[in-house]
């Protein structure tokens, strides 16, 4: 039985065309979160593969002390290998939703650097103000 439950949203960051400072870091935080708890949850499943694995290992030395058919044994080192074999490939798939998810925090950070001030000046005018990029027409 798995312990993994599914997520409430498919989508942590909806795409929509909501620009303004305050959307995108919103978004952008959101979207650093789902992939620290998708990068913890790999983790958590690689673990349990890799004790799986161990697992099978020791039953097919069981079945093999048993004295049953070879081929049982065969069946069940074939499951510890491909539970090992799984197992690297999730951590191969935990190292990149980290990367994703320290990219992301970056991204937040630069965007805060780059158009905080900007935003703060924005939001506190009474008077509309043009969107960026319009002088540079």
Request: proline share 4%; aromatic share 4%.
């Given at each position: 039985?798995?312990?993994l439950?599914?997520?409430?949203?498919?989508?942590?960051?909806?795409?929509?065309?909501?620009?303004?400072?305050?959307?995108v870091?919103?978004?952008l935080?959101?979207?650093?979160?789902?992939?620290?708890d998708?990068?913890?949850?790999?983790?958590?499943?690689?673990?349990?593969?890799?004790?799986?694995?161990?697992?099978?290992?020791?039953m097919?030395?069981?079945?093999?002390?048993?004295q049953?058919?070879?081929?049982?044994?065969?069946l069940?080192?074939a499951v510890?290998?491909?539970l090992?074999?799984?197992?690297?490939?999730?951590?191969?798939?935990?190292?990149?939703a980290?990367?994703?998810?320290?990219?992301?925090?970056?991204?937040?950070h630069?965007?805060?650097?780059?158009?905080?001030a900007?935003?703060?000046?924005?939001?506190?005018?009474?008077?509309?103000?043009?969107?960026?990029g319009?002088?540079s027409r």
């Open positions: 039985m798995s312990d439950t599914p997520r409430t949203s498919a989508v942590p960051a909806p795409t929509d065309g909501d620009n303004r400072y305050k959307a870091q919103a978004k935080q959101q979207l650093g979160a789902a992939m620290d998708a990068t913890l949850e790999l983790e958590g499943l690689r673990r349990s593969m890799r004790a799986n694995a161990g697992a099978a290992g020791d097919a030395q069981d079945i093999a002390n048993a049953l058919d070879a081929k049982f044994v065969q069940t080192n510890e290998t491909a090992d074999g799984a197992a690297r490939e999730v951590r191969t798939l935990c190292d990149t980290q990367e994703t998810a320290d990219l992301t925090h970056r991204t937040r630069a965007h805060a650097r780059l158009y905080g900007l935003d703060d000046i924005r939001s506190g005018r009474r008077e509309r103000t043009p969107k960026p319009f002088f």
